[in-house]
């Protein structure tokens, strides 16, 4: 038993080694073949680029033109709400409580310099018990250019007019905060 186990051992790397070999001689036919029937040297190496190309768009994108396969279908997402104006008594609906007449939680939109946004998804900020609840359904521009809680500045549209250069920057870079980094949809204007 021991004589047919070294003689495997002894003919695998030969009987590997020839296929090899095998392999390697009709390669090079090939290509010689494919170089003189195109008239191009390295023709196989481009046939080769070629079909990686065909195979990765293949396996990236998938098989769009197979009809065993269901097509999945794509669901319109919801349209957007076109904006629309707000005024101060309208925007103050939208403070994040339950509505009382539906009992469903109401949105909670605030407003920047007259920009509404829809920071719901900032609930636990800007919601009922939210360290910045004092904003919802409010204009605060002046308060979070100042940097304040302060009362005084909520609901103070004409105060973003008159700001330092400084607190200018402040309230820009919250409308760029909520816009940009956030995400937070702008719903409309607060308008006088």
């Not at 494919?34 to 994108?61: F, K, M, P, S």
């Not at 098989?63 to 925007?91: H, I, K, M, Y």
Request: aromatic fraction near 10%; charge should be negative.
């Amino acid at each position: 038993h021991k004589a047919g186990t070294r003689v495997g051992t002894v003919l695998r790397p030969r009987l590997a080694a020839f296929v090899t070999m095998a392999a390697i001689s009709i390669m090079e036919k090939f290509t010689a073949w494919i170089d003189g029937a195109t008239g191009i040297e390295g023709t196989v190496g481009y046939l080769l680029v070629i079909l990686c190309v065909i195979v990765g768009h293949t396996w990236i994108n998938g098989r769009s033109g197979d009809s065993d396969q269901p097509q999945e279908s794509v669901e319109e997402e919801d349209e957007a709400e076109p904006p629309r104006n707000f005024t101060a008594a309208q925007l103050k609906y939208f403070d994040g409580k339950p509505d009382p007449k539906t009992e469903e939680t109401k949105p909670v939109y605030l407003s920047v310099n007259g920009i509404v946004f829809d920071v719901s998804e900032g609930r636990n900020f800007y919601g009922p018990g939210g360290p910045y609840e004092l904003f919802a359904g409010h204009e605060c521009g002046v308060a979070l250019a100042k940097m304040s809680f302060d009362t005084t500045h909520i609901d103070d549209l004409k105060g973003c007019q008159s700001l330092n250069f400084g607190e200018k920057n402040e309230l820009d870079g919250w409308i760029e905060k909520f816009q940009y980094w956030r995400g937070y949809q702008g719903k409309g204007r607060l308008v006088p």
